[in-house]
């Protein structure tokens, strides 16, 4: 079992930055990759950042480079510095981890995920 534990969100200001911090636990051996993704009120749950399972960088398009993923294997640690919030912004962000088959885990964990609410 992965656990993951996001932390770092909160009410900010239009134009405010946040940095986000998801710390997974347990067997993180079985990690294949991990990203972050966020549910805005009456909107489907949306992918932002992730680090593939070849390692690379991918972003929505739609972040136009405002925010960066970042991690510390070492830690368990995944991290999404946020810059120059909008409102529409506003969602609850999500960790995800992909998992090994041959772990025999699942697919995928979740966090419970942390509110970010930019106001205008």
């Known amino acids: 079992q992965v656990r993951l534990v996001e932390s770092g969100g909160g009410l900010v200001q239009a134009g405010d930055s946040l940095r986000l911090t998801c710390a997974a636990s347990?067997?993180?051996?079985?990690?294949?990759?991990m990203g972050w993704y966020r549910q805005a009120p009456g909107k489907e749950r949306e992918l932002v950042a992730a680090?593939?399972?070849?390692?690379?960088?991918h972003y929505a398009d739609s972040l136009e480079g405002r925010f960066a993923i970042s991690r510390d294997n070492a830690q368990n640690m995944l991290y999404l510095e946020m810059n120059s919030l909008k409102a529409e912004d506003t969602a609850v962000y999500y960790c995800?981890?992909?998992?090994?088959?041959?772990?025999?885990?699942?697919?995928?964990?979740w966090g419970r995920g942390t509110q970010v609410t930019v106001s205008s």
């Open positions: 347990g067997d993180t051996i079985c990690i294949a990759a």
């Open positions: 680090f593939t399972r070849s390692g690379t960088r």
């Open positions: 995800n981890v992909d998992l090994k088959t041959y772990c025999g885990l699942g697919f995928d964990s």
